[in-house]
Each structure stands twice: as C-alpha cells, then as structure tokens.
C-alpha cells in the first residue's frame, strides 16, 4: 500500500530531524540550523547541516540531502517503508491499514513482480547458451563487457520467444 501524503506530512511535522541525526552526529546549533560531521563520508571541518524549520539536511561536502526518512534509510539501510515504520513508531503513530480491495491489489502487484523477475531471469541464461553465441559476439563487438550485462540484465530471446 502506498502511504497517504496525509499521514507522512503529519509524521514529518512530529519529527525533528535534528533529533533523528543527533543519534548518529554530534550536532552543534548556530542560529536555525545544526552543524556536524557528516555521518556519510569522512571528514574533519563539519560540512553537515540540519535545518528543522525546512525539515532536512544537507552536506555540503558529499551532497546528502534529504528529510528524516532519508537520514533513516540511508544511515540504517532500510526501505523507505520500514523508515515510516521506525519513525512512526517512534513518534506514537500507527500506519493506516490496508483497505481489502488495497491488499488484493498489493498482492496482485507481488505476484507479477515474481513472474518478471522469473522471466527476466529466464532470458538473462539464455545468453549463456550455445544458441546465443552471435548475440554474445554482438555485444563484444559493442564493448558491452559481461559485467555490465549482469548489471543492466541484459538477457537473450531465442527464436520464437521474443
């Protein structure tokens, strides 16, 4: 289900970001905003800052950006969902539920993302085959290196599959 904007505008007017960062950052305050290190790469002069009346942060040095969900992601490696989770839980808020009908379509949503997954699957070994040999050919000729055609799934239709 996807989040209604209703409840993650009021989710983010519960959360300082300042607060979630300060977990992770020692923050220092001049005027509106935090300063800090920057959690996402190494640094010694803070380039890190956290402005709560805009509702982000920024580095200067890295070019991280975001708002509270993405400090969340990014420094806990989560799914933008388990983010809202977290924080709504955190915040004493529950997550709207599914409607039937939302589920039965989530579902559906999951199953065809199973059957695409299984077919591009199916073509990307495919090109491994001894049938694909002029099309493996092609893509050296191309300078399309083996690393890059697992990277971007590149697959193989054999006659009469494409």
């Not at 942060?57 to 806990?76: I, K, L, R, T």
């Amino acid at each position: 289900m996807a989040l209604p904007q209703k409840f993650l505008d009021e989710l983010r007017s519960r959360v300082a970001v300042s607060a979630i960062v300060a977990r992770r950052v020692r923050l220092q305050r001049h005027g509106r905003e935090h300063t800090g290190l920057c959690p996402f790469h190494k640094e010694k002069s803070p380039s890190f800052t956290v402005n709560d009346d805009k509702g982000f942060f920024h580095c200067f040095g890295c070019g991280a950006h975001g708002d509270a969900f993405a400090f969340v992601m990014q420094s806990e490696g989560l799914s933008f969902r388990e983010a809202v989770e977290r924080l709504a839980g955190e915040a004493g808020m529950e997550l709207p539920r599914d409607s039937p009908r939302e589920a039965a379509e989530a579902e559906g949503r999951r199953d065809l993302e199973g059957i695409v997954e299984a077919a591009c699957t199916w073509f990307e070994e495919q090109l491994a085959t001894p049938a694909a040999a002029a099309a493996r050919a092609y893509l050296d000729r191309r300078g399309i290196a083996p690393d890059v055609r697992r990277r971007f799934r590149i697959g193989y239709a054999p006659d009469g599959r494409g």
